[in-house]
């Protein structure tokens, strides 16, 4: 069975795909370059899925910057080094007005063309940041919202959206992905790296990953800007 | 108060935006190039813009072509010369899979934005030639879907879908554009047209826009390849 996985390059939706692959799907990757400031991401998600084994693996290019509004656009300054109680007061600036719907929107899109049932997508509500579209409730209303909305659904029994990680912690996630081979080592998760693709370490996004391979028990092998335990 | 407008350069959108400048709305006008075949819909999305007094203008790319899938994204013939029988027999290949979900999305991130609370769109269930994604349950799971995944929703009352042509025929909605000037001479209709921007007048688009002016007593002031109607 076909699916649709919406690959970022980064350590969520690696073990989301490799969780697909587990459960027998073929897999069709779909990245969205949105002009974020971390365009490594597209050369990571393109390692990751020949590293995986996809069948095929498209680029759409949207350029967000056109409609503002997010660090990870480049309106506003990257935070760094705050709390995990800071972390979880607000929606954060890195926060991109629609970002999951418009993701999902192209994925359903992609998914109609080539036959596919299922979007999975690395979706997490425990370490999210304060995202809006990352919730449940959220994932769900757009499952029925394409539903109504698609050839797919209208003529057949729809597309589903998959998030397996949904109610993972940090530490479940890296637990299983060593667990399924997914290829950790080229995931990239930095809100702001350098340019060579480093990452700084001091984000949110870096302070979660690497406090959650601390909690599974592996380091994490991943080269971070300063520090000695790169691979 | 601010409302943005999804402007394709058609009829249907341009009538919509004439609509929510009579109830008082400053306008923001946003386009999304989509690969589509009639890039001649940017140009005039951009100077109905300019005739209307928008506040700004925004033109989003977005190549679908990379996921394929719709006689608009050139993958497949339009078709021409069909029956109105025809046209409501099934889904046409220039459905866009995802299409309006893609647009709606992007039409929120920018609402949210610039801290507008309405989006306008216009899509229509009467004329529609079948395309799942103007129907009014698909609009109204959207509209549920994004105050779940926006900031705006979360924090606010949300962002209102706003879609006055829903149940309108093409003759009211070419009645309600010339009587609140609509600069109808302006808009682009055509699936398929000549290099310089004119109509084809055979596709579903033209022959739907064709009646419409016919039962509203009107004549349609664009032009048409082979006709003498021409302004």
Chains 1, 2 share one sequence.
């Not at 459960?23 to 899925?49: C, D, P």
């Not at 590293?51 to 759409?60: M, N, Q, T």
């Amino acid at each position: 069975m076909k699916a649709v996985v919406l690959a970022s390059g980064g350590l969520d939706s690696t073990v989301a795909a490799a969780l697909a692959k587990r459960e027998g799907h073929e897999l069709f990757f779909l990245t969205v370059q949105y002009g974020q400031r971390h365009e490594v991401e597209v050369e990571r998600a393109l390692a990751i899925g020949r590293a995986l084994g996809v069948s095929d693996h498209r680029i759409v290019q949207v350029d967000l910057r056109s409609i503002g509004g997010s660090a990870l656009t480049g309106d506003v300054p990257v935070p760094k080094g705050r709390s995990a109680a800071d972390r979880a007061a607000a929606i954060p600036v890195t926060y991109v007005p629609a970002r999951n719907s418009l993701f999902l929107s192209l994925a359903v899109g992609y998914a109609e063309t080539i036959g596919a049932r299922r979007v999975y997508i690395g979706a997490n509500v425990v370490d999210y940041s304060g995202y809006p579209d990352c919730r449940p409730e959220f994932l769900r209303a757009f499952e029925t919202t394409a539903r109504l909305g698609t050839r797919a659904g209208v003529e057949g029994q729809g597309i589903e959206i998959c998030a397996p990680l949904l109610h993972k912690s940090k530490a479940e996630i890296v637990r299983l992905g060593m667990a399924h081979q997914a290829p950790l080592h080229l995931t990239h998760s930095c809100y702001d790296p350098a340019p060579d693709g480093t990452a700084c370490g001091r984000c949110d996004s870096c302070q979660i990953r690497l406090a959650g391979f601390e909690a599974a028990g592996f380091t994490d092998p991943i080269t971070y800007a300063g520090r000695e335990e790169s691979v």
